[in-house]
């Protein structure tokens, strides 16, 4: 399959994959729920009742969109001081009107937060788009507090070649096909499936947070093949 926008380690990633979540802002939070039937408002769901996230702690949404966690970790507690980051001004233009949280432009390569910022941290479906995502995590270790907690949800690359099989044969025929009915950017889903099928397998994604300097670092697939959630705590 080929893909215009460039994939981790190729040259020019990070603008192309700003550009191209600016041009689908408009039409994001629709193809998310069509595409993953609403499961995935229950995957950020069950990440937030992992974290658990308390009145007057600090939290940041990192790679944040339209700011869906930030908003579902608002409600759960009401007293939380929550920030969206992300690189995309559309997208976070969204997130903005929807939840009327603080949010700021940023690119997760090197976070404007002073160390030890956050008490937690969440990253839904945004790690996969890093240029590299080793150096997120870096970022995310030094701007969380000793003992903060990490969430990570993603479509980390699957390693069983059963639900491969299963999950390229929908990447392959029902994702296009929805793309071209919901976006003007067909690109993009050619570029989600690309990106999910090079990224990092769960197992590997937990040894370079653990090289990062997480501990307790804890592993889940919600969805076999598709979709994984990782929990860590800063060392
Ligand atoms: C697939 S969306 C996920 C949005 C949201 N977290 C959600 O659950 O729907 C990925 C987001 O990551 C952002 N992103 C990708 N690379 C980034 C980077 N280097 N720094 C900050 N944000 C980035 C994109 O702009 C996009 O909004």
């Known amino acids: 399959m080929s893909v215009n926008v460039p994939l981790p380690g190729e040259a020019h990633r990070g603008s192309a994959v700003r550009a191209?979540?600016?041009r689908i802002a408009p039409r994001y939070d629709l193809l998310n729920r069509v595409m993953t039937l609403k499961v995935d408002q229950a995957w950020r769901r069950r990440l937030l009742s992992d974290l658990a996230p308390k009145d007057g702690e600090r939290m940041l949404d990192l790679c944040a969109g339209t700011m869906d966690v930030a908003d579902l970790a608002r409600r759960r507690a009401p007293g939380l001081r929550v920030t969206g980051a992300d690189f995309s001004m559309q997208m976070l233009r969204r997130g903005v009107e929807k939840t009327a949280l603080p949010a700021s432009q940023a690119d997760a390569m090197a976070l404007p937060f002073l160390?030890?910022?956050f008490d937690l941290a969440t990253v839904t479906f945004g790690m996969r788009n890093l240029e590299r995502y080793e150096v997120g995590l870096a970022e995310l270790a030094r701007v969380l507090r000793p003992g903060g907690r990490l969430g990570v949800l993603e479509f980390f690359r699957s390693e069983?070649?059963?639900?491969?099989?299963?999950?390229g044969a929908y990447n392959r025929l029902?994702?296009?096909v929805l793309g071209r009915i919901l976006s003007p950017d067909p690109e993009a889903y050619r570029y989600l499936v690309a990106s999910m099928e090079r990224f990092a397998s769960r197992v590997e994604f937990e040894d370079a947070a653990r090289r990062?300097?997480?501990?307790?670092?804890?592993?889940?697939?919600?969805f076999p093949g598709v979709c994984g959630l990782v929990t860590a705590v800063r060392a």
Do not use: I, K, Q
């Open 115 to 117: 160390d030890a910022r």
């Open 20 to 22: 191209m979540f600016d």
């Open 212 to 222: 990062a300097g997480f501990r307790e670092v804890r592993g889940e697939t919600l």
């Open 174 to 176: 029902a994702l296009p």
């Open 160 to 167: 069983s070649r059963g639900s491969r099989l299963v999950h």
